[in-house]
Every structure is written in structure tokens, then in C-alpha cells.
């Protein structure tokens, strides 16, 4: 169990996917991603979400993501923040998303 402040000191916000490249570089399939946090500005992310997601369906997409982890190197690129989804048991990960589109940067409590 985490308490309360525990849970506050994760930043959840909302970001829309600028760009998303191909990854070859990577060991699992995954996609490089640019997004646009608003104010909280562009942060870059290597997401593994290509069984259910091609580049062209993820360009304007609205997500959630943690935007204050440390940044984590993978293999040549720099991943800057963690986008979320939900893991089905086949691995397919769902991309989260708020039910409306909502201003870029706004905190997920």
C-alpha cells in the first residue's frame, strides 16, 4: 500500500502525440513518440504499442502519460516521460485516454 503523498508526487498529465517514428533500434516492436504537454512542453517517449496502434492512428491522439520519471535510455534513443495503457494478458497494450479531448498538460488526480 502507498499513502496519499505517495501518490501525489506522480505527475499524470494529458498530451497529444505530435509525431510518432519508427523504432528499429529498439528489442521489442515500439514506436518513438513526440508529444506536446502544453506548458509543461514536448517530451519524447518510446511506447511499445504497435499490435494495436500504426503511426498514422496515433498522430493528434490525446493520452495520458507520467511526466516526472527520470528520463530512461533505450538503446540510442532518450525516453522522457511513460505513456499509459492497459496490458492485456497477450501483451496488447490499450492506450489510456480522458473521454473528451482537454487542454494539453492538465494533471490526472
Given at each position: 500500500m502507498i499513502n496519499w503523498n505517495d501518490f501525489e508526487k506522480v505527475e499524470i498529465r494529458t498530451g497529444t502525440i505530435l509525431k510518432a517514428e519508427d523504432f528499429p533500434?529498439?528489442?521489442?516492436p515500439a514506436w518513438k513518440?513526440?508529444?506536446d504537454f502544453g506548458e509543461y512542453g514536448m517530451k519524447q517517449s518510446s511506447a511499445q504499442i504497435t499490435d494495436l496502434y500504426t503511426k498514422d492512428q496515433l498522430t493528434g491522439k490525446q493520452i495520458v502519460a507520467v511526466v516526472n520519471f527520470p528520463p530512461k535510455r533505450i538503446g540510442p534513443f532518450e525516453s522522457e516521460c511513460l505513456v499509459l495503457g492497459a496490458i492485456a494478458d497477450n501483451g496488447e497494450v490499450t492506450l489510456l485516454q480522458t473521454e473528451r479531448n482537454v487542454k494539453n498538460g492538465l494533471r490526472i488526480a
Open positions: 533500434e529498439a528489442r521489442k513518440l513526440t508529444i
